[in-house]
């Protein structure tokens, strides 16, 4: 049988592949253009670049922008509501927020129009009594009412569901009667958690985009299937586990972050297979920088994210903070006389000035094409000619140069000074501000420009050192390969420590756990480990935010073994301290209940990635172009990155080039190949 | 000393990152929702000698932009009569009179030294739960002084050279009805205060006082020079508004608040000669208070303003003698935020005739501050207080955002879920409030429909401190105004309304008896008239906009559209 394992994970503009064959650890990799508005043709283009026939795939695993795509464009299905007399507008009332602090302008118009929220008679109080029993004949004519109208998919919406979910579970179940098809849910079966607005918006994203995601996925696993495809189709999910289609279909709000979220669970393997738990991230695009942060090998989890104004999504995904600082961000001197970068940006269409597409106002990528860091000579779009290296110049000299007073060539350093100042910024956002020490940090850039930055990270945010992988452009689709299956529940319980109910608490995690393991069991891959990881969200009485305690569950076989109040006591104390320095009197609360079950996948051995043995650094030199750095122009040696031996140590000035990245060796910087094939970043004097 | 332009355009996003990083650490750490949810806090850095606003986050409430400024000058007089400031101190007040905005806004000013000598204040400020008075909450319509509304604190140091003094902590916790709740706010300002400190050192180590200094001072004129050009490209002009509060809590006579705005050149002055003098109860505000509540009308005028006191450099402000607009301590002030969310009002309404394309019609104009209390059966004390939003003015652009919060605050609401499960209360409407948008080629947000049921047995106690209760936000460049506020309550067998509209206190509700409060919609832009019939139709089926209000507002056309 074949061992082969692909990762996909589709972009914007590329469809990247990662793939590998677990029997002769062979290791591939591709880049295809994406294919609008069906996606399914590049990648099975992509599919088609590394095997020969489909049949000798065993496991595909996709990280898919479909539904982000769909929530930004507003491109969901047509979705209806049934609600709490009373409740209509929650969706629509949001958190009574704004866009922006300044300015006042702007409206925010809801998937869920309110000609399709419809309520119902029902009611359930705090703490979980149901005060009005729900009226189900109301319930059936508000659900036909909703289909005469054209709708593909139906929320359930009750106040305080998630402290009983009965009237919710009834009113679903007499929909499913007469609902079509299977886009029937309640939030009480997505969110069972406090707050109606988060967990409403959670619910009714997810009914928006079932049809269309669903569509997107069936379509593609029929594709496959058609040529010969038998194996297991997984889709990455935004905490950077995979799930089965089955569930993508069932919660495609859980891929709001599918993509990013699989490069950032690269990055931490590729860190660790290098010896490094610590690492922080930075994924340059053309429009935006994403950081985010590994320590001690864990990723760090949110617990939402807003993917526009108002479209708010309440489910563990992996923390990325991101600036408006890319590739493609405009550089300009405001007319108090500040040199700005972005936030308007040239994206990769019109692009850089240098593309020729239109832009005339200059880039980041300008900036580095003028500073000779990237070769004006090999283009690293698809399809672009030789880049137009005059056009950047004229552009800066006129829109940053002139209104500065400055020399053409300090102008692209000073572009390219002040956004690595604003990606250092990001960096210590998610770093020094929460606490963590960056010296101890490894920084990863990945996608094409990141590690074109890498010195200045290192020198701006006191990084120790970077690690460039191997294959930067392809990381997330890495990522698809090595995720591990991961599924996360959440349960409110709002209760005091000393009265919490210990058994019916044990009760709700050997429910999780054994849904969690009902869906590893229905997995065709072969775990190498389970993991079952509980939490609960605790605080003091009077305290709003709570702090995410992690609470060791001991397991016997598949059985839960309860947890004691004092240790559940312990576990808080311990996080508390650590968080804000001192223990407080008061009363300890307890709000939710969160479980993980997790199904370890195996790793492959990253050595299968690195140089052939027989590779010299001497037939990796392709010759020298001058690179202006640190205001003076130095004669940098130029490698082909991908023929460097393991082990080669190249002393900066260097540029190390590969088809979709390029990496500056800044003067003062060393790299070193190590041997998985990554390229180790450090300082000249520390490096030696 | 002057800058390279790169090492000002790194600085800019250094200091303002220190100034977001101690609002972050305060939203996380404190206690009281009103902090911790609705981020009602603000901290930055300030003019050694001046006390002038250098870096503020962009995170912190609006109004704290410009009021600090005075926080931090009233910490710098008392500081210099006591002998000046020394490393490790930290004063504490709540004065308004002296630092602007209300009692609730406790402040906290630390001196930061660099090799011995004062380079900078650091600020903290956050609204706390409660500061004692005679209403939890301290929003007290009847107030006639500011002893009624909350223990009031005059500068004095908190910390000495590092040590806390107890006996200051002290007298501060026996003058809340929540100490827990305000010693845990007070931690994390401290705490935020610290961390300014910390990252500061860094700065200065990395690059040199005199380089940050040289930052600082070309940061202001930057701001200066950016508000002089934007008003250069406004034409010549005088043009005046005006508007009325209800009333002050205590009379029912209405109050006019009046605004004439000139542009001459690069400068801007804006004169509110013709307000109402000052008054009994507690809608008066500080001269402080006045001029920072400009500085956050301009700043929505011009959004890519940055924070800091150049902005204020070419505007003149006049602010009558003895008016409202100028109290005198211990006038009370509690209700300082409808007074100068009118000022935003008229200053819009002013500045639309100026410049119709960049006007932004009145939002729902108050900040509808809402408290129901009382005991449990067990004894304990529960207070459910609360602000609620409404609708925003219509632009150029774009309809109102419906059920925004206020211009001054980005204060977000609590969800129901939340209340409900700390409170012995249940929501029976918490929803859109039809025909509450002013009509216009773009109409209003939507105000919204509150109904809030008492379900505790013992009963309970509402106090309520609202505004627009008569006269409604107004619309821009022909827009229509929107609904005004409405609140009612059950008295007895039927519905009842405060004798002063929009203010009312202790009222006794039995249990299962209501509260409903009927929040005003957003000002339309531009005439109704020119309002595509495709859009009215829309609004009409999606019940923004009933039929009867559809006819009235915009004629019959859209009935066609619909067909």
């Not at chain 2, 929501?427 to 773009?442: E, I, K, M, V």
Request: net charge negative; charged share 20%; with cysteine.
């Amino acid at each position: 049988m074949s061992r082969r394992i692909i990762g996909v994970d589709v972009g914007g503009t590329f469809t990247d592949v990662f793939s590998l064959d677990t029997e002769s650890g062979r290791a591939g990799v591709a880049k295809v253009p994406t294919t609008r508005p069906d996606q399914s043709g590049g990648f099975l283009a992509g599919l088609r670049h590394e095997v020969e026939s489909l049949g000798e795939i065993a496991t595909v695993v996709h990280g898919t922008t479909a539904g982000t795509n769909a929530l930004l464009e507003r491109k969901g299905a047509r979705t209806g509501v049934i609600t709490t007399e009373g409740f209509r507008d929650v969706l629509e009332m949001r958190r009574r927020d704004r866009p922006r602090t300044w300015g006042l302008r702007g409206d925010f118009v809801p998937v869920v129009p309110r000609d399709l929220r419809l309520e119902v008679p029902e009611r359930v109080l705090a703490d979980g009594t149901v005060e009005r029993a729900v009226d189900l004949d109301a319930v059936r004519a508000a659900g036909r009412a909703l289909l005469d109208q054209g709708c593909a998919s139906v929320v359930v919406l009750f106040v305080n569901a998630y402290a009983n979910p009965e009237n919710e579970a009834r009113a679903a179940a007499a929909l499913r009667e007469i609902w079509p098809n299977a886009h029937v849910a309640a939030s009480s079966e997505i969110l069972p958690e406090i707050r109606e607005f988060e967990r409403f918006s959670t619910t009714a994203l997810n009914g928006y985009l079932q049809p269309e995601v669903a569509g997107y996925l069936d379509r593609l696993e029929g594709a496959l299937e058609g040529e010969g495809f038998g194996g297991e189709f997984l889709i990455v999910q935004s905490n950077g586990g995979v799930m089965s289609v089955d569930t993508a279909c069932r919660l495609p709000v859980r891929t709001a972050l599918s993509g990013p979220a699989a490069g950032v669970i690269a990055a931490g393997y590729i860190a660790e297979s290098a010896g490094f738990s610590n690492v922080i991230t930075g994924d340059m695009g053309g429009t935006s920088f994403d950081v985010s942060l590994i320590a001690g090998g864990e990723t760090v989890l949110s617990p939402q994210t807003a993917i526009d104004f108002g479209l708010v999504v309440r489910t563990p995904m992996i923390e990325i903070a991101t600036i408006g600082a890319g590739g493609g961000s405009i550089a300009s001197v405001d007319a108090g006389g500040l040199l700005q970068i972005g936030p308007e940006s040239a994206g990769s269409d019109p692009g850089p000035v240098a593309y020729g597409r239109g832009n005339d106002r200059p880039t980041v990528t300008d900036a580095n094409i003028v500073l000779g860091r990237i070769d004006p000579a090999r283009p690293l779009g698809d399809g672009l000619g030789a880049l137009d290296l005059d056009a950047a110049k004229a552009a800066i000299r006129r829109h940053v140069a002139e209104p500065l007073g400055l020399e053409l060539m300090e102008a692209a350093e000073a572009i390219v000074r002040v956004a690595t100042s604003a990606m250092a910024g990001a960096i210590r956002l998610v770093s020094i501000e929460r606490g963590f020490d960056p010296e101890r940090f490894v920084y990863m850039p990945f996608g094409g420009g990141g590690a074109l930055h890498a010195g200045a990270m290192i020198a701006e945010v006191g990084l120790a050192r970077a690690l460039v992988p191997r294959y930067p452009g392809v990381t997330s689709a890495l990522g698809c390969v090595i995720a591990d299956m991961r599924q996360d529940f959440v349960q409110t319980l709002g209760a005091m420590l000393d009265e919490l109910d210990l058994a019916a608490l044990r009760d709700r995690v050997q429910a999780h756990v054994d849904e969690g393991n009902a869906t590893l069991d229905a997995a065709d891959t072969g775990f190498a480990a389970r993991e079952v990881r509980v939490e609960l969200d605790m605080a003091y009485l009077g305290q709003t935010h709570t702090v995410a305690v992690p609470v060791s569950v001991e397991m016997d076989g598949a059985t839960v073994k309860p947890v004691s109040a004092g240790a559940i006591r312990a576990a808080f104390e311990a996080t508390y301290r650590e968080l804000y320095g001192r223990l407080l009197t008061s009363p300890i609360r307890v709000l939710n209940l969160r479980t993980a079950v997790i199904g370890k996948r195996p790793k492959f051995d990253l050595a299968t990635l690195a140089p052939d043995p027989g590779a010299r650094v001497e037939t990796a030199a392709k010759g020298a172009r001058p690179v202006y750095a640190q205001g003076a122009w130095h004669e940098a040696r130029v490698f082909d990155r991908l023929a460097l031996p393991v082990g080669a140590r190249i002393d900066g000035p260097a540029v190390l080039e590969q088809p979709d990245a390029t990496i500056f060796v800044e003067p003062w910087l060393a790299a070193e190949v190590d041997a998985h094939g990554n390229v180790l970043l450090t300082a000249k004097e520390s490096a030696a | 000393m002057s800058l390279d332009p790169i090492t000002l355009a790194v600085l800019a996003g250094r200091m303002e990152q220190i100034a977001d990083e101690m609002d972050a650490t305060l939203f996380r750490a404190a206690f009281n929702p009103i902090i911790a949810e609705a981020h009602d806090a603000s901290h930055g850095l300030y003019h050694a000698e001046t006390g002038e606003t250098l870096v503020q986050g962009k995170t912190g409430l609006p109004i704290f932009v410009g009021v600090m400024a005075f926080a931090v000058k009233a910490v710098i007089d008392k500081a210099a009569e006591q002998g000046g400031p020394q490393p490790g101190d930290v004063w504490i007040f709540n004065d308004a009179h002296m630092g602007g905005t209300h009692l609730s806004d406790m402040r906290l000013v630390r001196p930061y030294f660099r090799d011995g000598e004062l380079f900078c204040w650091l600020a903290s400020v956050g609204h706390w739960h409660d500061v004692g008075g005679a209403v939890p909450g301290n929003y007290n319509p009847a107030a006639t002084e500011a002893f009624q509304e909350a223990v009031v604190i005059p500068p004095v140091r908190l910390v000495r050279g590092g040590e806390v003094q107890t006996d200051v902590l002290d007298i501060l916790m026996r003058n809340t009805r929540l100490p827990m709740s305000a010693e845990g706010d007070l931690n994390g300002q401290l705490g935020a205060l610290d961390l300014g400190v910390r990252r500061l050192d860094a700065l200065l180590d990395e690059y040199g006082a005199g380089t940050v200094q040289a930052a600082l001072a070309a940061l202001g004129d930057r701001a200066e020079t950016l508000l002089r050009q934007a008003v250069a490209a406004l034409p010549d002009g005088r043009w005046e508004a005006e508007d009325f509060l209800d009333n002050d809590g205590i009379a029912p006579e209405a109050l006019p608040i009046r605004v004439a705005l000139q542009i001459e050149g690069e400068r801007l002055r804006l004169d509110f000669a013709g307000t109402a003098g000052g008054v009994t109860g507690p809608i008066n505000i500080a001269r402080p208070t006045a001029i920072a509540c400009v500085y956050v009308a301009i700043k929505h005028l011009f959004p890519s303003l940055p924070a800091n006191a150049g902005v204020l450099r070419p505007i003149d402000i006049a602010i009558p003698e003895d008016s409202l607009l100028s109290a005198e301590f211990p006038t009370p002030t509690g209700g300082y935020t409808e007074t100068i969310l009118r000022m935003i009002d008229v200053i819009f309404s002013a500045a639309a005739e100026a410049a119709p394309e960049r006007a932004i019609a009145n939002a729902y104009g108050t900040i509808n501050a809402l408290s129901i209390a009382g005991k449990r059966r067990d004894g304990r004390r529960w207070v459910m207080f609360s602000f609620y939003g409404g609708g925003h003015g219509a632009t150029a652009e774009s309809d109102g955002l419906n059920h925004g919060n206020a211009p001054i605050s980005m204060a977000t609401i609590p969800p129901v879920e939340i209340l409900e499960s700390a409170y012995p209360v249940a929501f029976r409407q918490w929803a859109l409030r039809p025909d509450s948008a002013g009509a216009g080629a773009r109409r209003g947000g939507l105000g919204a429909t509150y109904e809030i049921e008492v379900l505790e047995e013992n009963g309970a106690e509402v106090f309520f401190f609202g505004e627009r209760g008569r006269f409604a936000p107004k619309g821009v460049a022909g827009g229509a105004e929107g609904a005004c506020n409405r609140f009612t309550f059950q008295q007895g067998d039927g519905w009842a309304a405060p004798p002063l509209v929009s203010k009312m206190v202790g009222i006794r509700l039995r249990q299962g008896q209501r509260v409903r409060l009927e929040t005003p919609g957003g000002g339309g832009y531009g005439p109704a008239a020119a309002r595509p019939a495709r859009d009215v139709a829309r609004d009409v089926a999606l019940g923004y906009l009933s039929e009867g209000a559809a006819d009235a507002g915009h004629g019959a056309a859209w009935r066609e559209e619909r067909a």
